[in-house]
């Protein structure tokens, strides 16, 4: 395998990815690509990113991790990170892939985990140009998805309070509100161990209201006939289960959905090997090599 570091530029943002090809490919061959997406505040270099792209560079696909602006090696605003600018970003990712010497430009599809799961489903109903499309615990509805993850005593109300005054706050400064990650998505502590030196510990209040507004299910059903992928925890301890499957509910076929039990919200940097087959098994139907 042959890592190449790239950029391309998204919204006049100069944007930092790497790009890997299988070994033994020969001059002028060309194959089938998936851009994988990073989580929330998070970088490529993310084990929900590594895992998934070694699996599929190991099955012969070419892979694309890139940074979204105002992470990791990006340039943007830091920690302002809106999901509408990420689908931006994708589909300028995509743009930069297809016209790769070893990358069939009409064979690319997009994988991604948690945030970038919700922004992977939405860039496939919007972008007809992606081929396939897997998303791994993800969401599709922020406002539902908030109401699930802050569901404590009164944690809700105060999720919507903190947004609220990130409202008042940047009409009465100017400037942005900027709260810690946790107080936007709550991860439990044994959990936090996934999120990689260098993610955004903390994030503009604008984040979460760009969040809250999110629907990637509102447009799920557009992906058909092209082929989707859901994949969830049966027992999510960050984002509800429940958002994948009234995901499915929406989709057009072919669509799938697939339950693990024995895994939590990170489940590929977890090393659960029936993910991993599931998604080659997927993949050898729908979108070979």
């Known amino acids: 395998m ?12 100069k944007i930092a990815g790497t790009v890997a090809v ?5 001059p002028g061959e060309k194959r089938p690509a998936f851009m994988v997406l990073h989580g929330f505040g998070s ?9 998934p792209c070694a699996m599929l560079e190991k099955l012969g696909y070419v892979t694309l991790r890139f940074d979204m602006r105002g992470c990791g090696d990006s340039e943007g605003a830091r920690g302002h990170l809106i ?6 970003d994708t589909s300028a990712a995509l743009t930069f892939l297809a016209g790769h010497s070893h ?6 599809g997009v994988m991604g985990s948690s945030f970038g799961a919700a922004v992977s489903v939405y860039t496939a109903g919007v972008d007809a140009r992606v081929a396939a499309c897997v998303s791994a615990s993800g969401w599709g509805n922020g406002e539902t998805k908030f109401k699930g993850q802050h569901h404590g005593p009164g944690e809700y109300q105060r999720f919507l309070a903190m947004r609220d005054e990130g409202r008042a706050h940047k009409a009465r400064t100017g400037e942005s509100l900027m709260v810690s990650r946790y107080d936007i998505v709550p991860i439990p502590e044994h959990l936090r161990g996934h999120v990689v030196e260098r993610s955004a510990a903390r994030m503009t209040a604008e ?8 629907r990637a299910e509102d447009v799920i059903g557009k992906i058909a006939p092209r082929p ?22 929406r989709a057009g076929q072919p669509a799938e959905l697939h339950l693990f039990s024995g895994t939590d919200h990170f489940m590929f940097a977890e090393g659960n090997t029936r993910v991993h087959h599931v998604v080659a098994d997927w993949l050898s139907r729908y979108f070979p090599v």
């Open 83 to 88: 999901c509408l600018e990420q689908v931006a």
């Open 2 to 13: 042959a890592e190449q570091e790239i950029s391309f530029v998204s919204d006049g943002f």
């Open 22 to 26: 299988p070994e033994g490919l020969k």
């Open 207 to 214: 984040t979460a209201q760009g969040m809250f507004d999110f």
């Open 43 to 51: 970088t490529r270099n993310a084990g929900n990113v590594r895992g």
């Open 103 to 108: 990358v069939d430009g009409a064979r690319i």
């Open 228 to 249: 989707c992928l859901l994949l969830h925890s049966s027992v999510d301890s960050v984002t509800p289960t429940q958002q994948s499957i009234d995901m499915f509910a």
